[in-house]
């Protein structure tokens, strides 16, 4: 991307501030009815606690209110001059996916009914009519990235994270019925009752707030996410992409914390936190590709003395670079599948180091040895790290990470002579894997796609 000429919002769309205004006046009119179904769904939170047994005075308190709030926004957003405070519908509706969680809903029908009215409320406030403050104005200019061979924002690339992020969704929504006593039991399809024991082990009653509910709320805010923006919202909407990849880390991190604690303290497995986890590790290498595409667009601008803080809220464009995502209306099924995976691909070294991360972690349950506990624990931590690594090395512009694995491998012989020595099956098997995943670490495997100035970093 560097080289070509970047431009601000006010230059590419080549507007004056009175015809930006005029244009941002325009398009509120045309979205009226968005404030409209807001207020009816304010309306909806005020008359709730009268037509449902709330069980809850806190609730009561911050559904009324949030109602009130909401029609007071809204109202005041008529007015062109002060769309920006639709974002305090946006952050009320943020509260509205909390507020269950913090105040304990005895009831189900408040979490569900706060959860769906959130839910709408972003959707008229933000994705229907555009960001408030911007008015949804478009911005002409590529779709691709400058040196890239394809589109990282482009609708058929979100549609497998956002896919993804809902199986996390309904996972944790399900598991966070469960923690806060609307189901009896938690079904398995692995582990018996093993989900069962990890959400109501200690770790989990130590939150302030259900975990699985928490991380219902990010995954529904990934989803909304991922529909905000245009199909080049990498240049058009860079905050948006930093939001999304804000939330995925998070999420991440905590997916992984989660596997490892398991087994450790305690010493059971959930199999539904691991398809949740799962889906989130594979969605990750699939997002990564649009905040690189940002970084580079931002650091260029910068580079060009541009407001990087006014084109990350507002956007901008490139001159002189970036070709139009192609025509997909007459692609098979098989090559959209495709087109949503373009930068990621499983080499079979990589394949191999997932399962080998995948088997460290089974290990201490088909392969049990007394007085193995701190072996356990090792493979248990370092198998949970090594899947991760792995899938996030499937992206090519991540392909560098792999290496991380061969720390991973080598700490794992240390593990293996410290706490194995007197079981030889166990010291032969972490050798063996260690010396494997240090191996597999070296070849890079096939990239397909260009990106530009990124290229020197995919190693």
């Keep these: 991307m560097q080289g070509n000429r970047i431009l601000d919002f006010a230059e590419a769309t080549e507007k004056t501030a009175p015809e930006i205004q005029s244009l941002i006046a325009s398009r509120n009119c045309s979205m009226l009815w968005t404030y409209a179904i807001n207020c009816i769904l304010a309306l909806w939170l005020i008359a709730n606690p009268h037509l449902f047994d709330y069980k809850s005075s806190p609730l009561v308190i911050s559904d009324t209110t949030s109602g009130a709030l909401i029609i007071l926004f809204e109202c005041a957003s008529f007015n062109p001059k002060f769309a920006g405070v639709r974002w305090g519908t946006a952050v009320i509706a943020v509260w509205l996916l909390f507020a269950p969680l913090l105040f304990w809903s005895p009831t189900p029908a408040v979490y569900l009914t706060d959860t769906l009215v959130a839910c709408m409320l972003m959707v008229m406030s933000i994705l229907i009519p555009g960001t408030p403050g911007s008015g949804g104005i478009g911005i002409v200019g590529p779709d691709q990235p400058p040196g890239w061979t394809y589109n990282p924002s482009s609708w058929i690339r979100r549609w497998a994270g956002i896919a ?47 975990d699985a509910g928490f991380g219902s709320v990010a995954y529904i805010m ?37 596997v490892i604690t398991q087994p450790i303290f305690v010493g059971a497995w959930c199999g539904l936190c691991l398809v949740a986890a799962t889906a989130l590790m594979t969605s990750v290498p699939l997002s990564v590709h649009e ?99 792995a899938a996030i090395a499937t992206a090519e512009v991540t392909r560098i990470v792999r290496f991380a694995n061969v720390l991973f491998g080598a700490a794992l012989i240390i593990c293996g002579l410290l706490f194995s020595r007197d079981i030889p099956t166990i010291l032969i098997d972490e050798i063996v894997c260690g010396v494997a995943l240090v191996l597999t670490s070296i070849p890079r495997g096939a990239i397909v796609e260009k990106y530009g100035g990124w290229d020197r970093f995919v190693k």
């Excluded at 398995?188 to 707030?209: H, L």
């Design 164 to 210: 993804l992020a809902l199986v996390g969704f309904f996972i944790s929504r399900y598991l966070a019925a469960h923690q806060l006593g609307y189901i009896p039991h938690a079904w398995d399809p692995f582990f018996g009752d093993g989900t069962d024991k990890v959400t109501g082990s200690s770790i989990s009653k130590a939150f302030p707030i259900s």
């Design 222 to 258: 990934e989803v909304l996410i991922g529909f905000m923006g245009d199909r080049a919202r990498w240049r058009t909407a860079p905050w948006i992409v930093v939001m999304f990849a804000c939330l995925v880390l998070p999420l991440g991190i905590t997916s992984i914390v989660l």
């Design 291 to 389: 905040a690189i595409a940002v970084g580079q667009f931002l650091v260029d601008a910068k580079r060009q003395n541009k407001n990087m803080w006014q084109i990350f809220w507002m956007g901008g464009t490139v001159v002189g670079g970036g070709n139009t995502d192609p025509s997909r209306m007459n692609y098979t099924f098989l090559q959209r599948c495709a087109a949503s995976v373009q930068g990621v691909n499983v080499p079979l070294a990589l394949l191999f180091q997932i399962a080998v991360g995948v088997w460290l972690m089974a290990r201490p349950d088909i392969l049990p040895f007394p007085n193995s506990v701190d072996s356990a624990n090792c493979d248990h931590f370092f198998g949970a790290l090594v899947v991760t690594v």
